[in-house]
């Protein structure tokens, strides 16, 4: 018969765990029925790490001394954020220190739970509180998911340490998560796991017997291929490995051709360390300062497929906005340094929508490299020298002894004059004259042109190029 506790949570979007579930006297399941419910449970599920020195890739968090560390080693009430990618171990995180620390273990969902749920969970919490003095970790999964009205809902608990609340999210907190919330809980940042951290949750489900026991290996290239797939997601991983595993007879080995089969996904051929790597962004590059976006956007999606760092996309967004569109186009560094923002708030997979709108705006855009050109034969003229002493007028001229010295005599201050632009001289001496920056007459950097060639005029003391008085340029 159930308890009122297990009819509460089976009528609710709430998974409940507590020692009782564990193993411990007052079990609900024999050990047997528990074992088939066990065996029949997804791969990553079975291999969610039972401790935290089993955590992986998230050893800034785990370590000896650190704040997750000493709440795990602790039966204080605790109020946590887990903020990270999907598949770094938020929820596994949140299961071993629930367990580590003997509390109750509440699971809610926010994409399917509501305040109702919330308030039965933390009044059931209470009850246990008061009854038997047992903690219980309510842990909500993409919490920022929940509205204000629903956040807010946490904050008595949280306040009165009737729970010890822990939430995870795949974006930023100060942007998702309503202020007092956030005031009163512990932010703690997952990082993305890396190829070697994907490599070893794969060996271990291979070799582990609550995985395939070693029944299965995998072919040369394959362990490769799954972390490319992976996407730094560790449970996308496990399900992949696990989908191609299905069926296989004892001592099977999964191929390459077998695990494209399995999960409906294509080998990309490309590596991110040899020539596939810098073949690919090359083309990239060139076919955004072609002009071509839809070539553009198969070598975006080719990189994105074969599991390529979006920031590294980004980075080279970022650096081609200014290298080949400049000043023919200035909004184009905008939206490449957007994108590039995007994917750390977001990330991927959503964040694919943001890298293809960069693309696409800077493929489009109008193509000018005077800006790259400018800067390059400014340092050309530095590295050989040409870097004279600052002239006299323009040097410091705010501490005691620089007048005696002639400094910032004869300055010019350009807001003095109608035109906003005064006749005098900025350069060193040895580059007086020199014209780095050659503006096109492509897009918004036609009007660009005309704007510093009347500057210039003025500077030379030429007033507009006509004779006549300098005006605003």
């Known amino acids: 018969m159930l308890t009122g506790r297990a009819l509460w949570a089976a009528a609710s979007n709430v998974t409940v765990v507590t020692s009782a579930d564990a193993g411990q006297s007052g079990s609900l399941f024999d050990d047997s029925a528990r074992s088939a419910e066990q065996a029949q449970a997804p791969l990553a599920v079975r291999m969610r790490p039972r401790s935290l020195s089993e955590v992986v890739g998230q050893g800034h968090l785990t370590r000896d001394g650190s704040p997750l560390r000493k709440l795990a080693d602790s039966n204080a009430p605790m109020s946590v954020l887990l903020w990270g990618p999907p598949g770094t171990g938020k929820t596994t995180l949140a299961n071993v220190v629930a367990s580590a620390t003997r509390r109750r273990f509440v699971e809610l969902s926010a994409v399917s739970a509501g305040v109702k749920d919330v308030r039965a969970a933390i009044e059931t919490a209470r009850g246990e509180l008061g009854l038997t003095g047992r903690q ?11 509205s204000k009205t629903q956040q807010d809902a946490l904050l008595p608990a949280v306040e009165n340490r009737w729970v010890s609340f822990i939430g995870a999210t795949t974006e930023n907190p100060s942007f998702s998560v309503v202020g007092p919330l956030l005031s009163r809980s512990l932010l703690l940042t997952l990082r993305p796991l890396g190829d070697a951290d994907i490599l070893q949750v794969i060996d271990r489900a291979l070799a582990d017997e609550r995985g395939l026991g070693g029944r299965v290996r995998l072919a040369d290239g394959v362990a490769a291929h799954l972390v490319r797939l992976s996407g730094g997601d560790a449970r996308r991983a496990l399900t992949y490995l696990e989908a191609a595993a299905l069926g296989l007879p004892a001592d099977g080995e999964i191929t390459v051709a077998l695990l494209e089969r399995a999960v409906d996904r294509a080998m990309v051929r490309y590596d991110r360390a040899g020539d596939q790597h810098y073949d690919v962004i090359s083309a990239f590059i060139k076919s955004m300062r072609g002009s071509d976006a839809d070539a553009a956007l198969h070598y975006l999606a080719r990189m994105i497929e074969a599991g390529e760092d979006p920031r590294y996309i980004a980075r080279r967004l970022i650096v081609h906005a200014s290298e080949d569109v400049g000043m023919a186009d200035p909004t184009a560094l905008q939206t490449a340094v957007a994108a590039a923002q995007a994917v750390e708030f977001v990330g991927l997979p959503e964040a694919q929508l943001n890298l293809a709108q960069a693309v696409i705006h800077i493929a489009l855009a109008p193509k000018s490299n005077a800006v790259a050109k400018a800067i390059l034969a400014a340092r050309a003229d530095v590295e050989q020298g040409l870097a004279g002493p600052v002239p006299r007028h323009l040097r410091d001229a705010s501490y005691p002894g620089a007048a005696r010295l002639g400094h910032g005599e004869g300055y010019s201050y350009p807001h003095d004059h109608p035109a906003g632009v005064v006749a005098q001289q900025y350069a060193p001496d040895d580059v007086a004259g020199r014209r780095y920056y050659e503006p096109t ?6 009007r660009v042109t005309e704007r510093a060639e009347r500057i210039r005029s003025i ?9 006549q008085p300098p005006t605003a340029p």
Do not use: K, S
Request: charged share 25%; glycine share 20%.
């Open 441 to 446: 007459t492509r897009g918004g950097e036609a």
């Open 136 to 146: 219980t970790v309510l842990f909500i999964d993409e919490v920022h998911r929940f």
């Open 459 to 467: 500077l030379d003391g030429n007033a507009d190029g006509t004779g």
